[in-house]
């Protein structure tokens, strides 16, 4: 299953509320997760099961789809969300799973 | 508070081993099914390996059958991978990740740089 993100690369400024797209070639039903990763530091779990933030996640972060088409909207952007972000379908979890290329946040 | 360290990474030949560790501590290692993921320098995300918790089944990307080789020990409260035959496309920064298949959480990493 291969996972499309897109933009590659999104510009944006602080307070903008931004939409990241997801979309896979085949439906992986709501097995799907986005992480964001901070330069130089390891990537974190934002969302999980689609919509589900993970423990501690700022309530800004919100996630949805299901299927093909999936996205992550940030309603208020932060400084500390400069950052690129991936999503990850587990759907055909243990056989493979797969992320998609990221989309780049930047100022 | 969760913590995993990686280690074991460093430049090694074309067709050398490694062994890369992660010690885990703040959570009760042994309930947790763990993974490997590698991100190549500037690259995307790729997962590599998984164990479940008791250690008894292993799971691998295509691109990791035949070579490597996951483990752990619940004694010690950590996790290994094994790379045997390393190859320049090997060439990553190794995380170990708590918990899959959403991997909650993850480690700092290890790089692993293949190269003459």
């Known amino acids: 299953i291969v996972m499309t993100q897109s933009p590659a690369t999104l510009s944006v400024s602080p307070g903008e509320r931004v939409t990241l797209s997801c979309r896979a070639s085949?439906?992986?039903?709501?097995?799907l997760a986005w992480y964001q990763q901070r330069p130089g530091q390891a990537p974190r779990l934002l969302i999980y099961?689609?919509?589900t933030r993970a423990t501690g996640v700022p309530v800004r972060f919100s996630g949805s789809g299901s299927g093909t088409e999936f996205t992550l909207t940030i309603s208020s952007l932060q400084s500390e969300d400069f950052a690129v972000y991936y999503c990850?379908?587990?759907?055909?979890?243990?056989?493979?799973?797969?992320f998609g290329q990221g989309t780049k946040l930047e100022i | 508070d969760v913590q995993l360290l990686a280690s074991g990474g460093g430049l090694v030949q074309p067709g050398g081993s490694l062994r890369l560790s992660c010690a885990a501590s703040g959570f009760t290692f042994s309930n947790f099914a763990m993974a490997w993921v590698r991100q190549a320098q500037g690259g995307g995300l790729e997962w590599v390996s998984a164990i479940d918790g008791r250690g008894v089944r292993t799971y691998y990307a295509d691109s990791a059958k035949g070579r490597f080789t996951i483990s752990r020990d619940n004694s010690q409260n950590t996790l290994y991978l094994q790379i045997d035959g390393l190859r320049a496309e090997d060439t990553a920064i190794y995380y170990c990740a708590k918990d899959v298949p959403a991997f909650e959480f993850w480690g700092q990493g290890t790089l692993v740089t293949v190269s003459t």
């Open positions: 085949q439906s992986v039903s709501r097995s």
């Open positions: 990850l379908q587990y759907n055909t979890w243990p056989l493979m799973c797969s």
């Open positions: 099961t689609a919509s």
